[in-house]
């Protein structure tokens, strides 16, 4: 079983739909968790940190579940420029801040 | 600032030969790392650096070397080319405060062995 997962996708919605993406993590030992964005042949973007109690910035919300270890990506009134692909990443307790990613989601917003 | 550049963007090799591939960052982090990505695999770790001279190997260590001489820079050295080893490399720096850790990535070099 992979450490971090997530459905490849890919998810195609209609521009001002709401959108969700999971991702799940195996290692309860998980501290940090983070949202990236990669466009088509760029490098990854941070898009946001995941705190635990919550976060939003814009249209974007992440939410952490450590009972159930995912965390979440919730975009609303989506936009043609926010098709990409969504990677999660994960830093465990301990590990000097070494990322695991997941294979990433793939959005697709369509006029 | 110039975030996280990287040298070449492209590099064809031959089975056998050897290269570097170039990492600098501008930020003073200290915290630097090579990923690599391949379709379906995501990105993995190959090596990281907590700060100048000191290294440690990541998920994916075997045919690549580096060092850290000074807090700018972290070059990626691939030994003897494999073309196991074509793949889009990515290098990344962070800091302790930049995002609890959120790590910036360079625009990547894409790499062909044949």
């Known amino acids: 079983r992979k450490e971090v997962e997530q459905d490849p996708g890919p998810f195609n919605v209609p521009e001002g739909a709401t959108v969700a993406f999971n991702c799940t993590y195996s290692n309860s030992a998980s501290q940090s968790f983070f949202w990236y964005r990669q466009d088509c042949r760029k490098e990854p973007k941070l898009l946001m940190s995941v705190y635990s109690s919550g976060n939003e910035d814009g249209r974007f919300t992440a939410q952490l579940n450590r009972a159930s270890q995912y965390i979440s990506l919730l975009i609303r009134d989506s936009k043609l420029s926010d098709s990409a692909t969504y990677l999660c990443a994960v830093i465990k307790r301990g590990s000097a801040r070494q990322l695991t990613f997941g294979s990433g989601t793939q959005l697709t917003v369509l006029p | 600032n110039a975030g996280v550049t990287q040298t070449p963007k492209f590099q064809v090799l031959k089975t056998g030969q050897s290269m570097t591939l170039q990492c600098a960052q501008d930020?003073?982090?200290?915290?630097m790392s090579w990923y690599r990505q391949d379709p379906g695999m995501g990105l993995r770790l190959i090596h990281y650096?907590?700060?100048?001279?000191?290294?440690d190997q990541g998920e994916v260590p075997n045919g690549y070397n580096v060092s850290r001489s000074t807090t700018e820079d972290f070059p990626l050295r691939l030994l003897s080319a494999a073309p196991s080893q074509t793949s889009v490399y990515f290098c990344?720096?962070?800091?302790?405060?930049?995002?609890?850790?959120?790590?910036?990535f360079g625009p990547g070099t894409r790499l062909t062995v044949l």
């Open positions: 930020m003073n982090h200290e915290y």
């Open positions: 650096s907590v700060g100048a001279g000191i290294t």
């Open positions: 990344a720096s962070s800091s302790g405060t930049s995002g609890r850790g959120g790590q910036f």
